[in-house]
């Protein structure tokens, strides 16, 4: 049985960093595009940032502007999103995600999904 499991979320004031990890079990990792997305209250749920299996390829949504950083670390079965710069807007449950069969950053193409960890960002 596959689980993704995120953590690293909290509370930080505007302008702070969090990184976010997400360790993966049940699955062979390294065969598997992984993601990061996140769902605001109110709002639709929407691709931060994506992976390939090997790492060499990234994605990143606009309304990141180089702010985050994903990578994967492929012995460890982990992914990671670094995030600075943060600001309210940023506040949102972040949740990892994994596919198999090509690079798609589309939250309706991934497999697997884990059940999040909570960023809030004070102002």
């Known amino acids: 049985q596959v689980h993704l499991v995120e953590s690293g979320g909290g509370s930080v004031q505007s302008g702070g960093s969090l990184r976010l990890s997400c360790v993966a079990s049940?699955?062979?990792?390294?065969?598997?595009?992984m993601g990061w997305f996140r769902k605001a209250p109110g709002k639709e749920r929407e691709a931060v940032s994506c992976i390939s299996e090997s790492g060499l390829d990234r994605y990143y949504e606009a309304f990141v502007k180089g702010r985050f950083t994903i990578s994967r670390d492929n012995t460890k079965n982990t992914l990671y999103l670094q995030m600075d710069s943060l600001s309210p807007e940023d506040t949102a449950m972040y949740y990892c995600?994994?596919?198999?069969?090509?690079?798609?950053?589309?939250?309706?193409?991934?497999?697997?999904w884990g059940k999040g960890t909570l960023v809030t960002i004070s102002s």
């Open positions: 049940g699955l062979t990792f390294v065969d598997y595009v």
């Open positions: 995600a994994a596919r198999r069969g090509g690079f798609s950053c589309r939250d309706y193409d991934m497999d697997f």
